[in-house]
């Protein structure tokens, strides 16, 4: 009875430390990315340039709720949710050294 005892405990002993490297390894590190995003995402403000899910190029002229308006061109404006913005590359709009499609 003592070995099976002994077994059990070593087993679960397993399957904590198993429970510990998946949390430190595949968890917690989501957490930390899912938490940047958010962050991101409501840092939003007029006047940011950014980058949407799709790839397109764009300055923020208008700030909504669960929305933005985004100048694409002169005159062209979409509206995306805040969620398809990618990443945020500053205030202004994207320069030449930036874009070299714009340099054309």
Do not use: C, H, W
């Given at each position: 009875?003592?070995?099976?005892?002994?077994?059990?405990?070593?087993?679960?002993?397993?399957?904590?430390?198993?429970?510990?490297?998946?949390?430190?390894?595949?968890?917690?590190?989501?957490?930390?990315?899912?938490?940047?995003?958010?962050?991101?995402?409501?840092?939003l403000r007029k006047g940011n340039?950014?980058?949407?899910?799709?790839g397109i190029y764009g300055q923020?002229?208008e700030v909504k709720d669960d929305?933005?308006?985004?100048?694409?061109?002169?005159?062209?404006?979409?509206?995306?949710?805040?969620?398809?913005?990618?990443?945020?590359?500053?205030?202004?709009?994207?320069?030449?050294?930036?874009?070299?499609?714009?340099?054309?």
């Amino acid at each position: 009875m003592g070995a099976q005892q002994g077994s059990m405990v070593s087993s679960l002993i397993m399957l904590a430390l198993m429970f510990g490297i998946f949390y430190f390894f595949l968890i917690r590190p989501q957490q930390t990315q899912q938490k940047k995003r958010r962050e991101m995402l409501d840092s939003l403000r007029k006047g940011n340039t950014v980058i949407t899910i799709g790839g397109i190029y764009g300055q923020i002229v208008e700030v909504k709720d669960d929305s933005l308006i985004v100048q694409i061109a002169d005159n062209v404006r979409v509206r995306t949710v805040r969620g398809a913005v990618n990443s945020v590359l500053g205030k202004g709009e994207v320069t030449k050294d930036k874009d070299p499609e714009l340099a054309e």
